[in-house]
């Protein structure tokens, strides 16, 4: 059976959103079992079947899915077949999906109080310094009106990563230093949600968190730092009609 992970906000009741799991669907070993990537290396014939599978569980509208190329593009929702090159999509159509799909990386989905405006972002660490979070913010015109929620991903504990990328956070921000840890190797562990929500605070954006890590839950997602070759999950967000 499809399993949702659903986010904890106080979005208006017409705002649909979710993040799927890997279990429910027909993929086999290493992409067992929902696995909605085409890109990966599955069988393309059952990732249809995934996605038609989740579309009947989750009576989602049409969605635009992306070419993730860990860049800081924005496009906005066009319903268009072609895959953009882009790592987050936003709308003000109802009945138009916006998705992103992760094994790790952050899926941050947006809408405001008013519920006539949503976006979804894939943020790993180069677009996280990038700016991919702000300039989807940049695309509503009152942040202070916005929540956003970050969803399933790697957690500080099983994230290590070297000088290079603390020093790009730093050069960001000073007070970035403090989503870092240095471990027993003199590597870093580096609090990716953290600095995402760092981020969007500043920017006076309110922030919710699923605090689910897909690297320690392995029958629950899909991790690439875990297992290399794997399927990935899709985090989605709807206006209803």
């Known amino acids: 059976m499809i399993e949702f992970i659903r986010p904890n906000w106080p979005a208006p009741s017409h705002i649909k959103a979710l993040s799927t799991t890997r279990t429910g669907g027909v993929s086999e070993v290493p992409f067992d079992s929902l696995n909605l990537g085409l890109h990966v290396g ?3 014939s059952k990732v249809f079947v995934n996605r038609k599978q989740l579309q009947s569980a989750s009576e989602h ?6 070419n993730q190329v860990h860049s800081n593009r924005v496009v906005e ?3 268009v077949d072609t895959l953009l090159d882009a790592d987050a999509i936003t709308t003000q159509k109802p009945a138009a999906a916006c998705a992103v799909m992760t094994a790790d990386c952050l899926p941050v989905l947006f809408t ?27 695309q509503y015109a009152q942040a202070e009106s916005l929540m956003a929620w970050i969803g399933p991903a790697i957690s500080q ?46 920017l006076g954006v309110d922030v919710y968190l699923s605090q689910l890590c897909t690297f320690k839950n392995e029958h ?16 989605m967000i709807w206006i209803a009609e």
């Open 42 to 44: 599955d069988d393309k």
């Open 61 to 66: 509208p049409p969605v635009q899915w992306l």
């Open 77 to 79: 929702y066009s319903g």
């Open 112 to 138: 405001n109080s008013r519920g006539n405006w949503v976006a979804a972002a894939h943020a790993g660490w180069r677009g996280l310094a990038d700016g991919i979070l702000l300039n989807t913010v940049s």
């Open 157 to 202: 504990d099983c994230f290590e990563v070297g000088d290079e990328v603390r020093q790009a956070f730093i050069d960001l921000n000073d007070g970035n230093q403090a989503q870092f840890v240095q471990n027993s190797r003199g590597r870093w562990q580096a609090d990716l949600v953290g600095l995402a929500k760092r981020q969007l605070e500043n």
């Open 220 to 235: 629950q997602f899909y991790s690439y730092r875990r297992d290399g070759q794997t399927g990935r999950m899709a985090s």
